[in-house]
């Protein structure tokens, strides 16, 4: 994708502690990080004040990724948990102050949108990954354009076992229960970045890699991405988790598993591309 399609267009990428407003200038980064404010009406002045800041003037069209669950269509929000004043609230009424089209989607989705476009998935048609860290992301940007199915593609919380741990969605057994941060945490009474035994290590590739080869199965991406905060782990990780794909290899070829390669920008460049291109 070339820059230049970016220019006039913003992204807004709402985080837990911060709401990050950018765009581009030629090939520059430009962000605008806002810390949290405290009410849904001050984020929004903000949020509005800093596209129109970043530009000098109106935005060609804005794209919003939030934490969920949420409705795509109508950037409808019910109750998001870690963030406050997320209730009961409609993020397309920005698009009046904005005063240009506003599309808003799933954080995981956003991310994984800009994975698929400017990221470890350029140039391939299919791509698919997941986030590990508070909770389990998921996603599938089908050549270039975010797939949701009838409501939204849930990676992360498909069924490991029906008779394992409660899930924070109250389901049981999801993959969420087995090998989030907080799942993690519960379980050992560790953070992730503390843990240093192998064996931990294999078990969690194992279950990851169950989770990475049904969606082969099912949607056979040309590669799939791990993002979030575990996957800092490195080698720790990666190693086992080659070895189980590989030994899971059945009737299809695996697929190419690969790093996220923007890290913390995703989320603003894959809002930046859906306010360009929007829900297509």
């Keep these: 994708m070339d820059y230049t399609d970016l220019q006039g267009y913003v992204g807004v990428d709402i985080g837990g502690q911060s709401i990050k407003v950018g ?29 129109h800041e970043l530009l000098g003037g109106t935005p060609l069209g804005v794209g919003i990724g939030s934490p969920g669950p949420l409705d795509w269509r109508t950037g409808y929000v019910k109750f998001t948990p870690n963030i406050p004043w997320a209730r009961e609230i409609h993020y ?13 989607d799933n954080d995981a989705n956003v991310a994984g949108l ?31 354009r975010i797939y949701h199915g009838r409501y939204d593609v849930e990676g992360g919380h498909q069924i490991i076992n029906p008779d394992g741990p409660l899930c924070g969605c109250s389901g049981k057994g999801h993959l969420e229960a087995y090998i ?11 953070k992730p970045a503390d843990i240093n035994d192998p ?7 194992r279950i990851l890699a169950q989770a ?69």
Excluded at 92 to 104: F, T
Excluded at 118 to 134: H, K, P, R, W
Excluded at 230 to 250: A, C, V, Y
Aim: aromatic fraction near 8%.
């Design 180 to 190: 989030s941060a907080t799942a993690i945490e519960r379980d050992t009474g560790m």
């Design 212 to 280: 990475i080869m049904t969606t082969n199965s099912i949607l056979c991406p040309d590669i799939v991405i791990l993002g979030g905060g575990i996957i800092k782990r490195g080698d720790m990780l990666m190693q086992p988790l080659e070895k189980h794909i590989k030994s899971m290899e059945d009737i299809l070829p695996s697929p190419l598993v690969r790093v996220a390669k923007l890290g913390h920008r995703a989320g603003v460049v894959g809002a930046i591309i859906l306010g360009k291109y929007g829900h297509q």
């Design 92 to 104: 397309l009424e920005m698009a009046d102050d904005l005063g240009c089209p506003v599309w808003v």
């Design 199 to 205: 064996a931990f290590w294999d078990r969690y590739a």
């Design 114 to 144: 800009a994975e698929a476009c400017m990221g470890a998935g350029e140039g391939l048609a299919y791509v698919t990954g997941f986030t590990l860290g508070t909770g389990i992301g998921f996603f599938f940007v089908n050549n270039g």
């Design 23 to 51: 765009t581009y200038e030629g090939e520059e980064l430009v962000v605008i990080d806002i810390p949290i404010p405290d009410t849904y009406e001050a984020s929004k002045k903000a949020t509005v004040a800093a596209a």
